[in-house]
T-cell receptor
Framework: DTAVSQTPKYLVTQMGNDKSIKCEQN?????MYWYKQDSKKFLKIMFS???????INETVPNRFSPKSPDKAHLNLHINSLELGDSAVYFC?????????????FGPGTRLTVL | AQSVAQPEDQVNVAEGNPLTVKCTYS??????LFWYVQYPNRGLQFLLK??????LVKGSYGFEAEFNKSQTSFHLKKPSALVSDSALYFC????????????FGDGTTLTVKP
């Protein structure tokens, strides 16, 4: 069983479109995250939810909107896609939110904006 | 503010030789330090972490890391490298004064040659 899964694995779309990436975890964790990994492999946190409540919101354009329908799901919706949004997006989860918790990452979604 | 530095973009070692991947950090409060590994086209996998206690932490796949508070370092080590250890390695720090947000280093690509 996959612990943290993301769909789709690849997403190719045109500038200006709106797209969503879905994430699900079956670990029973309370906290979920979205990270962006750019072409240089740098990894930056975007958002974090704990028990469906937003707790981290980094300086991300408001075209990016996370939605957590329940503790096991954290989806990422992106409006008006731009070339610079091309990256690999990783979802992750952890048991809870203390600083000591290990994060478990999904396989990533490679987004290409043309 | 917290930060992590991985001073080497690339580390090359011969199979069977010891390897070290360096990491230094800066935090305001107590540091919680993590190492993750990313294989090509995969998500990050947890290797080990330091929370408190013994400065030498042992993790998955024979890796270990030593927490050095005076040098603010958390270098990853392995006594005998394998070709299969070739991957991208990330050091991450969390600080309990910063809402549990993780800051990742820029990554170090480890190449082990037969």
């Amino acid at each position: 069983d996959t612990a943290v899964s993301q769909t789709p694995k690849y997403l190719v779309t045109q500038m200006g479109n709106d797209k969503s990436i879905k994430c699900e975890q079956n670990l029973g964790h309370d906290t979920m995250y979205w990270y962006k990994q750019d072409s240089k492999k740098f990894l930056k946190i975007m958002f974090s939810y704990n028990n469906k409540e937003l707790i981290i919101n980094e300086t991300v354009p408001n075209r990016f909107s996370p939605k957590s329908p329940d503790k096991a799901h954290l989806n990422l919706h992106i409006n008006s896609l731009e070339l610079g949004d091309s990256a690999v997006y990783f979802c992750a989860s952890s048991q809870d939110f203390p600083s000591t918790d290990t994060q478990y990452f999904g396989p990533g979604t490679r987004l290409t904006v043309l | 503010a917290q930060s992590v530095a991985q001073p080497e973009d690339q580390v090359n070692v011969a199979e069977g030789n010891p390897l070290t991947v360096k990491c230094t950090y800066s935090v305001s409060g107590n540091p919680y330090l993590f190492w993750y590994v990313q294989y090509p086209n995969r998500g990050l996998q947890f290797l080990l972490k330091y929370i408190t206690g013994d400065n030498l932490v042992k993790g998955s796949y024979g890796f270990e890391a030593e927490f050095n508070k005076s040098q603010t370092s958390f270098h990853l080590k392995k006594p005998s490298a394998l070709v299969s250890d070739s991957a991208l390695y990330f050091c991450a720090v969390r600080d309990d004064t910063n809402a549990g947000k993780s800051t990742f280093g820029d990554g170090t690509t480890l190449t082990v040659k037969p």
